[in-house]
């Protein structure tokens, strides 16, 4: 029984912890979408082909 335990209590974590991480890659992929509009919208305005 206490190893039964021990697995679940592993398991949780590990389900903690991805839904941790996914959650904070979320936002860090919107941040880095809103970073790569603005350097584009920056290489039109300052009259250069943008890269795409």
Do not use: C, E, Q
């Not at 912890?17 to 584009?40: E, M, N, P, Q, T």
């Amino acid at each position: 029984m206490k190893n039964l335990l021990y697995f679940i209590a592993v398991v949780l974590i590990i389900a903690w912890l991805i839904g941790f991480v996914g959650y904070s890659a979320g936002r860090l992929i919107h941040i880095l979408l809103v970073l790569a509009i603005i350097a584009v919208l920056l290489r039109i305005i300052d009259g250069r082909k943008p890269i795409l």
